[in-house]
């Protein structure tokens, strides 16, 4: 049975996430085959091992093309969701295996990153900074695993999409801006990293990651703390 015959893929309302423009070619191709989500979801892993490989050489094409790589798996990360909606094939492992492999691709990539950028330097403190974002990652995948745990030990458990509200929207020049970096610092992380990757400066990522990172879980843990007790 033809899944796009009884399903139609909405297409992007929005500029952002640039990714999910991608997606949406490459979903309805996917559904052509009997590829499953969780198959895709590999694909996408495979994919950000790679893009590290690349990046552990410190080499300028190698960088390159692990933007694209990683750019490719941000894709396949996208449509590992769409496809198992539209085949209705979501489960809880599915759902697990895909945050899995967002932690391991994000770790992996600004380890390696780190250790090409010290090779090249020779400065072993860039690779103690992208150790310290890939550990940030590794956090945050964990305060994930036990928010998840207390959700499903308390059903009155507050989630954080549910406490989040709606984001205002852009009203001048500083606003669009702060929006752009924002948008494209989460979903179209990857696309910063290939044109970045294209000037030779991917680098510059490490200090800010390094310390966002830490950031993050720390806001996360704090966000998820304050749903089980609104």
Known sequence: MNMTNTYTLSAPE?????????SYRLTPILLQTSITPNQITTISLLLGLICAACFTQGNWMLGIIGGM?????????????????????SSEFGAKLDDMADWIIDASF????????????????????????????FIDYIVDLVHEAKKANDPNAISREQQATEPKQPEDGLDWIIYIFHKLSRADFCIIVLCLAMFNVTWILLPFAAIGAQAYWITDLFERARGYHT
């Not at 929005?14 to 991608?22: A, G």
């Not at 990683?70 to 085949?87: H, M, P, Q, W």
């Not at 090779?119 to 103690?128: A, I, P, T």
Request: overall charge neutral; hydrophobic content about 55%; proline content about 2%.
């Open 14 to 22: 929005q500029i952002f996430p640039l990714v999910r423009h991608l």
């Open 69 to 89: 790589l990683l750019v490719a798996s941000y894709t396949f990360d996208n449509c590992d969701g769409e496809v198992a909606r539209i085949k209705k094939l």
């Open 110 to 137: 600004f380890a390696a990153l780190g250790y090409g950028t010290a090779q090249v330097n020779e400065q072993q403190f860039w690779f103690w900074l992208g150790l310290a974002a890939a550990a940030g990652a």
